[in-house]
């Protein structure tokens, strides 16, 4: 074989190893049946959400996935596929488990998942949950809800206090009144 050959096929063999080092994920899907359209329709969406898809030969992407210390990726490989390279450990299964739901000719196959070869059960468990921003969401509102129970709380306490107005009380029954008031909230 032609040197320059050989020397190509082991740049697109280190390129996709690279790729496969720095995304959190990757999806192998089979795009056969897929229209032009349909395909350019993908791309699109993946690259909104700062997603790749590549087309790679089969034996270059099965030495790049050995390489790489991912053989069991290997079994996934036949057919005409594609790779899908995300930063983002749920974008790429979400966008494309999205897409093979109203196109049945896209066929998830399995993946890469935070540095583990993983099924296609796997690749369609991701993609229920939502974007990074999404979960950051869900999350601040878990930290935040114990505080903004505290704050209506006292509010309330507050409220209440303003309302009945003073009373002609001792400071030992205040302390009294006021430690009920705390262990009822």
Do not use: W
Request: charged share 30%; no cysteine; hydrophobic share 45%.
């Amino acid at each position: 074989m032609n040197q320059a050959v050989l020397d190509s096929k082991k740049n697109v063999v280190s390129e996709i190893q690279d790729k496969f080092a720095k995304s959190s994920s990757t999806v192998v899907a089979e795009y056969r049946g897929l229209s032009v359209s349909e395909v350019t329709e993908l791309r699109r969406t993946l690259r909104a959400e700062n997603v790749e898809m590549k087309v790679y030969k089969n034996t270059l992407a099965a030495k790049a996935a050995e390489a790489a210390g991912f053989s069991e990726l290997a079994d996934v490989l036949t057919g005409p596929n594609t790779l899908v390279f995300g930063e983002d450990a749920v974008a790429p299964s979400r966008i494309m488990a999205k897409f093979a739901k109203k196109h049945k000719a896209l066929v998830l196959k399995g993946g890469i998942v935070e540095g583990k070869v993983v099924p296609v059960e796997t690749i369609n468990e991701l993609s229920l949950l939502s974007n990074r921003e999404g979960m950051l969401s869900m999350l601040l509102s878990v930290l935040q809800a114990p505080v903004s129970q505290f704050a209506r709380t006292v509010k309330a306490v507050a409220d209440k206090k303003e309302t009945e107005g003073p009373k002609n009380e001792t400071p030992a029954e205040e302390a009294k009144v006021e430690a009920a008031e705390e262990a009822a909230a």
